[in-house]
């Protein structure tokens, strides 16, 4: 059992003054606070040290960490002035993943279990992949609950395995080291998901990010339903997410394009596993810009699922190019009556800009197009309501003039 140490406010003074009139945003919920925002700190905090995070005057807002290394200076745990001891993070581990009970079951075996702020757990990532766990530990304040986090998944999920697969890049900003590896249990060889009653390989230890992109569960699924007798082209297909989805809703052919020829590879296998018609299927190791600027055919329905163009506020300017770029290329690479899934997963480009670039490239295609669907996450990645930034994911989906 983890040791019930108190994290707030017992057993440490380290207390963060906000500027004047800067605590709307925390006291709406929001987790982040800048440094911009800080008055003074009490104490000399160490990186990923708990906190008591106080308005200009003194007024307690609740607790948090702290990390003088990150732009986003403190992530706020709790409000109010509850406690934040082991005993609250096994709490919101436990409601976390009690909410996605109505998820799994026959149709899909697999989900994110925890999503960070989404969760109120900031910095804490973990999947479940058939029950086995891949964690990513983000941020310097949750590397030092490491031991109560994984403690907690151990007994809330009895897990086969937990392995680490955290972003080195997400750590570097925190200026903590990258960590890989199995922290609990052994890892099996050949892992297989089920999602929306299709199997999928995944490989945990090389492939992208956790394995598998649970994300887009809800948005494969409504691929499936516009596929049938439909030429598709997935482009970034990583491992076929959205192909086999394709297949598996009757298209007439998949090319699927990406940059890896492992995640192809892996495709290819996933078609295979689902007893789909590999005829159907073309594979492309290319680049999706210029396989779509080459190609002369015409698509019934396309894909864009690219991965993230802007990291960081910075490059938004650059990133939102990128998406002009391919949106246009599919706009005019779409037969009449062709459908569009495009999406970001940039947190820097909100839903506004993204569908600006979008309806632009539209516009300049010289095409007229209509709007089907808006689409996010799945619920097993929640927001919270007041962190705009935890919204990654946008999708939109288009119908070219038949
Ligand atoms: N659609 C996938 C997830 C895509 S992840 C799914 O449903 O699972 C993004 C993918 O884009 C990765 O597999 C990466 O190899 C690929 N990629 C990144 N840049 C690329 C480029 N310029 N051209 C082709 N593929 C690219």
Redesign the pocket.
């Known amino acids: 059992m983890p040791s019930a140490e108190v994290y707030f406010p017992e057993n440490h003074m380290i207390t963060i003054h906000l500027k004047r009139n800067r605590e709307k945003s925390v006291r709406g919920g929001n987790p982040w606070i800048f440094s911009g925002s800080i008055d003074r700190v009490s104490g000399t905090p160490s990186a990923g040290e708990h906190c008591i995070v106080r308005t200009f005057q003194g007024e307690p807002l609740g607790c948090g960490y702290y990390n003088h290394h990150s732009a986003i200076t403190v992530r706020m745990l709790r409000w109010g002035e509850e406690a934040f001891n082991d005993a609250a993070l096994s709490t919101a581990i436990q409601q976390a993943i009690a909410q996605r009970q109505s998820i799994l079951g026959d149709d899909t075996d697999s989900c994110r279990l925890i999503n960070s702020e989404g969760d109120f757990l900031p910095g804490l990532v973990v999947d479940s992949y058939t029950g086995g766990l891949v964690m990513q530990i983000q941020t310097a304040g949750m590397e030092r609950m490491r031991e109560a986090v994984v403690a907690a998944l151990v007994s809330v999920c009895t897990p086969p395995f937990i392995y680490e697969r955290s972003d080195p890049e997400s750590r570097a900003r925190e200026g903590i080291a990258g960590a890989e590896g199995i922290c609990y249990g052994s890892l099996p060889p050949g892992l297989v998901i089920r999602e929306n009653r299709l199997v999928f390989g995944a490989d945990i230890a090389r492939g ?2 956790t394995g ?2 649970f994300d ?1 569960r809800h948005n ?1 699924a409504l691929l499936r339903s516009y596929a049938a007798g439909r030429c598709v082209c ?9 192909a086999v989805s394709a297949l598996a809703g009757g298209a007439r052919s998949v090319d699927a ?4 020829e492992a ?1 192809l590879r892996q495709l290819r296998d996933n078609v295979a596993a689902n007893n789909l018609d590999g005829g159907r299927v073309t594979t492309y190791t ?6 779509l600027r080459e190609t002369g055919a015409r698509y019934d329905c396309i ?1 864009l ?3 993230k163009f802007a990291r960081h506020p910075g490059e938004v300017e650059r990133a939102s190019r990128g998406y002009k770029d391919i949106n246009l290329l599919a706009c005019k690479n779409s037969a009449p009556g062709g459908i569009i899934f495009t ?1 970001s997963c940039s947190n820097a480009v909100d839903a506004r800009l993204f569908r600006q670039i979008v309806f632009a490239a539209a516009a300049d295609s010289g095409r007229r197009f209509q709007l089907l669907h808006s689409l996010a996450a799945g619920p097993d990645h929640p927001v919270n309501l007041a962190h705009r930034e935890g919204e990654y994911l946008k999708g939109l989906v288009l119908r070219a003039e038949g």
């Open positions: 992208q990010k598998f992109f887009q494969r997935d482009c970034f297909s990583y491992s076929g997410g959205f394009v990406d940059q890896s995640a290319a680049d999706v810009f210029s396989f894909v699922d690219p991965p999406f």
